[in-house]
Nanobody
């Protein structure tokens, strides 16, 4: 049984930083493709960043140069370092895992989801 548990969310002021973590069990982090998505109130869920089995990363345009996705294969944990946060980054952030080799950063390509961790950025 695959289980993804996010942590690290919270409230910060604009310009601040947060580091999200996603602990995975029952899923091969070393050989799998994982991602972070987010969903703000009354908005659709959007892909934020992904990392595939080879370590290749992909980011949505609005977070490039500010966010960094990484994973620790031994710890079976996915991370999202978020810097220079602004109020538009406020959302529930979800960890996701895929069985696809190089999935597009789209919701439908991810098979497993965590419960989410809330990020709130105040101006």
């Amino acid at each position: 049984q695959v289980r993804l548990v996010e942590s690290g969310g919270g409230s910060v002021q604009s310009g601040g930083s947060l580091r999200l973590s996603c602990a995975a069990s029952g899923y091969p982090v070393r050989t799998g493709s994982m991602a972070w998505f987010r969903q703000a109130p009354e908005k659709e869920r959007e892909g934020v960043a992904s990392i595939d089995r080879d370590g290749t990363t992909n980011y949505t345009a609005s977070v490039k140069s500010r966010f960094t996705i990484s994973k620790d294969n031994d710890a079976k944990t996915l991370y999202l370092q978020m810097n220079s946060l602004n109020p538009e980054d406020s959302a529930m952030y979800y960890c996701a895992a895929s069985w696809w080799k190089e999935p597009p950063l789209q919701e439908g390509y991810y098979n497993y989801w965590g419960q989410g961790t809330q990020v709130t950025v105040s101006s």
